[in-house]
């Protein structure tokens, strides 16, 4: 089995990504309940570190692979006219990429990028 079978790297891509957004989740989600007080000025300051915003802008990245993937193989798998599967295929990407610009424009300026 190889990295270049058909299957093979959207199946790998799937399973890091579900691995690192459930350690992400696992460091994070505590991190979180245990800041007191749970507020805007503390959500900022969480942000506003370098790692977690990185840590978070990995885990979005990680998010949108994994639903591309899941949503286009579910597409392939049972949508069967050509016409229509590209469409939906079509519509799914440029979704998840606008969310990808919409996450990129939360998070980067609170890294010091964009303003």
Known sequence: MTLRAGGVRPWVLQRLSALYMALFLLLAVPAAWLAEPLDFSTWHAMFTRP??????????????????V?????LLDYVHPPGLRFALLGLLGLFLLSMLVWLLGILLPLMGGVA
Do not use: E, K, M, S
């Open 51 to 68: 790692w977690f915003n990185v840590a978070t802008t990995l885990f979005c990245l990680a998010l949108l692979g994994h639903a591309w």
């Open 70 to 74: 899941g949503g286009r193989d579910i």
